[in-house]
């Protein structure tokens, strides 16, 4: 709409550097005076946090000394922190707009940040003051960090990987933002009832968010359904105009993210949606009392939940409609911040990149390209150009099923002037293609538009044809998308506009946070912290692999946070594990392609091979171990369900069999999240990573393992390859066919061929026998393998798992070489760390700088 209501309070940051200047100077001078005075207070000491501490809780909370629990603790701290944290983020905002920085949008519908305020005191480096504050006033730092819940704004590795990004961004000193939604009820919380997964309500903002600015201000109106016309301008030319049918406003909720070892602090700007009216009053006085709150409860269902079910049409419309708003008030934020620079419309590129995180974002092409058309007037080939040298696409996936598409009905009538945009797009582009080379069945594979019964808009297509630069997040990943699924844009464009960005990890998080002592063993050696910002200094370790003590001290800390795990198992699952046996852990998003089930169908085999191993003789010859399973099914994947309700009742079975005891032990760790996998990932002795090859884009589970000192088994997938190229292959366990195999073997099962070991054979006539519960509740996951094709090849891989596992086990019990195993694996995990993704973004995609100068 060309109508859309200017915002009524201008910041700072939307100024010009001139602009600043005339209105630094029209401030009087005792004003300024006072405001560099009064204005940045921060505490530097034990006692000035006490003061801020005690302030937020008399005047923030309206509490007490006498009625100061330890969630008002927590608020007060947060809010102590935060009010310094919102100093450097002001300083970082007027310098970025100061010197005219270009900056980076990072789009991802998925921000999976945990907790906020050990994050914070670790990357402003005052966790030591604060917790001697807070510990004199009565409370453990600890006890406060716990109130904190995880933050519900994603599920897996591509929040994740996000979340790290923008760490890294401004630890880096990049001027950057995330753009994100703000989620009610985060993806759901898990249940297990009766073995099953039930989701519930995630209640996360129950009391409130510190950690977030409300910018109530800022309410961007967001358009849907309507029609599309043709009016006419003044010049005698003319325009399309989108009248839409029904808006919401998108309200901002920012996040400040600060960067370790430096002031600069970031920002992540979340939305929330809500209506342009939330009370019919005169539907309530009829008696209406239901739809006299429709509005607000229709506006507000697009920013309840991340992924909302989409098996059915309305799951479908409010899923493409919780990517629209998104997009859309992103874009107009940021063209809003770029047209208040005054600079000539041909410059947005020098002064603007935009990241698509996965193809959530894909929009942003469209609604980009109709804001400069149709609310600015360039013309489309001006407009066209703008779009392709400003996104870039990350591309997580090489599997086909989970590239996006939308009904073309379903986006015609909820996005009808964008659909004639996407036409337009894909109309240029095929004709550049058919001029080019005269390939009808080429048109007809790179079309945007699938012919198909219904047809659907495919938003990967778009994404390569809307951006210069593609990159998957693997080395292996980067040359299968271009060998499969991107193969004809690689003939269309040439492979310079593909690229790879290996995925990295944050060490600030996924090592000084959760895993302190390792940390501080690591600093011991060598020499301080420096190794948090330059995760390369961790090669001098390998010096140190001879020396006994430390290799003792080294196992120490193994311990240290194997029984902190147990503590953690016990708490949420009754049953109690033994912190001095082998801990194998495989913890994310639970689905067939990660092959969860290819884990339980092998504990189910050892299981079976310990029972018929005299008792006399079990201990000799089993080496104990505690298989540990963790994530979240989709709701409307019935198949991943299954699989969580077969690990559960494996474990009721061999936890509960006493003459198995500590020989193994089965563990399903509900609700996984991050603040859980801080306690998991540094208490591993092996992380299974056995995704089908060539289906994994990167992991980063896998780093996070590694660099905490585990050892990994899994495929030659992913980012392991890059992991054993960097590590050594003496450090990793791996198995399985190679990518290159997989497609030859699945044919071979679509002919009927399929294989079914005898170990396999075995544990599935366990299975239906009853040993683990109705069989009929895991027929599915049987016939999956023996008569549907078996496509993520668990029957071909089956023998070699077991083999590898075996392998594992003889490895295992010559400790002192599986300690230094550990320590050369974490020496050599300097490549993964997040820093390193951002220096290759910013220098080969967004050709951004790190502002560094102070104002």
């Known amino acids: 709409m060309s109508d859309r209501p200017k915002l009524h309070r201008r910041t700072l940051t939307g100024f010009t550097p001139t602009e600043i200047k005339s209105i630094d100077t029209a401030i009087p001078a005792k004003c300024r005076e006072l405001w560099n005075k009064f204005g940045t207070q921060e505490f530097a000491t034990k006692e000035e946090f006490q003061k801020s501490f005690i302030n937020h809780v008399e005047k923030t909370l309206a509490r007490s000394l006498y009625n100061c629990d330890v969630l008002a603790a927590y608020q007060a701290t947060s809010d102590s922190i935060r009010d310094k944290l919102v100093v450097h983020w002001n300083k970082t905002q007027q310098l970025h707009t100061a010197k005219e920085a270009k900056r980076i949008y990072y789009l991802s519908l998925e921000f999976l940040m945990g907790r906020a305020l050990d994050n914070a005191l670790i990357n402003l480096n005052i966790k030591d003051l604060t917790s001697k504050g807070v510990d004199e006033l009565g409370f453990k730092l600890e006890d406060i960090i716990g109130v904190e819940p995880d933050a519900g704004l994603g599920n897996g590795g591509l929040g994740r990987l996000a979340a790290c990004f923008v760490d890294s961004l401004s630890t880096g000193n990049y001027p950057g933002w995330g753009y994100g939604l703000r989620y009610q009820y985060g993806i759901f919380a898990q249940k297990i009832v009766d073995g099953y997964q039930v989701e519930v309500p995630d209640y996360w903002l129950n009391f409130s968010n510190p950690w977030e600015i409300p910018r109530f201000e800022i309410q961007i109106p967001v358009d849907f359904y309507g029609y599309v016309s043709t009016v006419k301008t003044p010049s005698g030319g003319f325009v399309k105009q989108w009248n839409g049918g029904q808006r919401v406003l998108a309200v901002a909720y920012d996040n400040p993210i600060p960067g370790w070892d430096t002031s600069n602090v970031n920002n992540l700007r979340l939305w929330s949606a809500k209506p342009t009216t939330e009370f019919d009053f005169s539907k309530f006085n009829s008696g209406d009392y239901q739809n006299s709150v429709a509005d607000q409860q229709n506006a507000e269902s697009i920013t309840s939940v991340l992924y909302p079910n989409d098996n059915f049409y309305k799951g479908k419309e409010l899923r493409l409609k919780q990517q629209y708003f998104w997009v859309s008030a992103s874009l107009y934020d940021i063209v809003r911040r770029f047209i208040k620079s005054k600079r000539p419309w041909a410059e947005f590129p020098e002064k603007v990149a935009i990241q698509l995180n996965d193809t959530h974002p894909t929009l942003a092409i469209v609604e980009l390209q109709r804001i400069l058309i149709d609310l600015q007037n360039l013309s489309w080939e001006e407009a066209w150009d703008i779009v392709t040298k400003t996104i870039a696409y990350s591309n997580h996936t090489v599997m086909s099923e989970a590239l996006e598409k939308w009904p073309l009905e379903l986006f015609n009538n909820l996005l009808p002037r964008h659909?004639?945009?996407?036409?337009?797009?894909?109309?240029?582009?095929?004709?550049?293609?058919?001029?080019?080379?005269?390939?009808?069945?080429?048109?007809?594979?790179?079309?945007?538009?699938?012919?198909?019964?219904?047809?659907?808009?495919?938003?990967?297509?778009?994404?390569?044809?809307?951006?210069?630069?593609?990159?998957?997040?693997?080395?292996?990943?980067?040359?299968?998308?271009?060998?499969?699924?991107?193969?004809?844009?690689?003939?269309?464009?040439?492979?310079?506009?593909?690229?790879?960005?290996?995925?990295?990890i944050t060490p600030r998080r996924w090592l000084r946070q959760a895993n302190p002592k390792l940390t501080e063993l690591i600093a011991s050696k060598l020499g301080g912290y420096t190794f948090l910002k330059d995760l390369n200094e961790l090669k001098q370790l390998e010096k140190f692999v001879d020396d006994a003590e430390f290799r003792h001290q080294w196992d120490e800390v193994k311990l240290h946070n194997k029984k902190r795990l147990a503590v953690l198992i016990k708490d949420l699952t009754g049953f109690s594990v033994n912190p001095n046996v082998l801990f194998d852990i495989q913890v994310k998003r639970i689905h067939e392609y990660k092959r969860q089930q290819l884990n339980i169908f092998g504990v189910i085999w050892r299981y079976l091979q310990i029972l018929a191993t005299p008792e006399e003789e079990r201990a000799a010859k089993w080496l104990p171990r505690v298989v540990i399973i963790g994530g979240k099914a989709a709701p409307g994947y019935y198949a991943a369900k299954n699989i969580i309700k077969l690990v559960n009742s494996v474990s009721q079975v061999v936890n509960n069999d006493k003459s198995v005891g500590d020989l193994l032990k089965v563990i399903f760790i509900p609700d996984y999240n991050v603040s859980k996998a801080e306690i998991i990932c540094p208490a591993s002795d092996l992380s299974e990573h056995i995704s089908t090859a060539g289906t994994e884009a990167s992991g980063t589970s896998n780093m996070k393992f590694v660099l905490n000192g585990g050892l990994i088994i899994g495929t030659v997938d992913g980012a392991n390859v890059e992991i054993t190229r960097e590590i050594g292959e003496d450090n990793i366990f791996l198995f399985g066919n190679l990518s290159e195999e997989v497609e030859d073997i699945r044919h071979e099962h679509n002919k009927g061929t399929t294989h079914i070991p005898s170990q396999l054979e075995l544990v599935f006539n366990e299975i239906l026998s009853g040993t683990f519960g109705d069989p009929i509740v895991f027929q599915g996951l049987i016939d999956n393998v023996k008569y549907h094709g078996d496509h993520y090849l668990v029957s071909d891989d089956f023998e070699s798992y077991l083999e590898t596992q075996d392998l594992v086990d003889q490895e295992y019990k010559n400790k002192e070489e599986w300690i230094k195993k550990s320590i050369i694996s974490v020496a050599n995990m300097g490549f993964f760390s997040s820093d390193r993704c951002i220096d290759e973004y910013a220098e080969n995609i967004w050709n951004i700088e790190p502002v560094t100068d102070q104002v």
């Open 419 to 504: 659909l004639e945009i996407v036409y337009e797009i894909n109309q240029r582009f095929l004709n550049y293609v058919g001029e080019k080379f005269k390939d009808e069945d080429l048109l007809s594979r790179v079309s945007i538009i699938e012919e198909s019964s219904p047809k659907n808009i495919r938003m990967a297509h778009l994404a390569v044809i809307g951006s210069h630069k593609v990159n998957g997040v693997a080395e292996l990943h980067s040359e299968l998308i271009k060998t499969t699924i991107f193969k004809d844009f690689v003939t269309i464009y040439g492979s310079e506009k593909f690229t790879n960005v290996t995925n990295g």
